[in-house]
């Protein structure tokens, strides 16, 4: 899912630096602290600049059943199997970390300047919501690329020892080049049309409370407005928690699975997309294939295109 343009990968410091936090970091505070510091970080990096590899871990968290219930609503999860924690709702339990990462001086670039543009998680059985987990994020790789920089996280999730979900979270930040305009691709291939998804105007504030992810331009308009949008944005990861929660309610993705995605165009809110999808059967490795596209109904330009590979047949 990357593109073919010259890349520039920044050295990282081996062996990497381990750093144990207590608790979930407070979004309120890491928000502030990032508009803080925005001024004084770069949204580029040196070629021969060397970045200190990094791991913050929180160990023994509890999740939250009440957010966990709340969660498959808000997304579109069916309400079977209530102990069982929805595959997309484990990436929620690092928004904290994440925050923490790119705030702390372990990261060089301006916080204010990511965008998400790719996430994949692979998920080794199902998890419970009774269970005591551990979290790990690591900074594994910043890339310069002609366009910004791509910076990639591994995020874990492990239960009594042993890695039970692994997940990336690509992050891009756009260099001081011209924007392209963005067209019509006359290759690409669509999908067929199989679920109209309703965005209405108040997705962000609803997904905000159930993930912990309160960007502003997720939230309201005049707030989304001063960071250049025209309107609230709904989050890349609720697109992707909705339509895996539509994909699940059809081939049951609660235990071993691999997901990824790349974000493409933002939904502005409120709006109306389609869910395409098509299924394959690879019986050499007894797994169901499903390549999904997440679009705008009226305009038909993409959002969301990724693939399940599933090794739970439903």
Known sequence: MKNNQSIKQIALTDPKTVVEIKKHPSMGFVFLKAFLISPFRSNTIKDDAIVNKTQIILKNYLPDKKLIKNYRAV????????????????QTLFIGLLGRFITSSFFPINPLGLI????????????????????????????????GIETDFTLEVISEGKLVWQGISTFFTRSQVKKEKTSKKKDDIFLEKKK????????????????????PHHLYTVLAKLFGFKRSIAHGMWSLARVIGTLDKKFDLYDSAFIEASFKLPIFMPATTTLGYECQNDTENQQTIV???????????P????????????
């Open 116 to 147: 998400q543009i790719f996430q994949s998680f692979e998920q080794k059985r199902s998890v419970k919501t009774d269970e005591t987990l551990d979290l790990a994020c690591t900074l594994d790789s910043i890339k310069k690329t002609e366009k």
């Open 75 to 90: 997304c579109g999860f069916s309400k079977d199997r209530p102990g069982i924690i929805p595959i997309s709702y484990l």
């Open 196 to 215: 109209t998804i309703l965005v209405p105007p108040d997705t962000g504030r609803k997904y905000a409370s159930v993930s912990g992810d309160y960007n």
């Open 303 to 314: 959002h969301l295109k990724g693939r399940v590979l599933n090794n739970h047949q439903g």
């Open 291 to 301: 390549i999904f596209e997440l679009r705008d109904k009226q305009k038909e330009f």
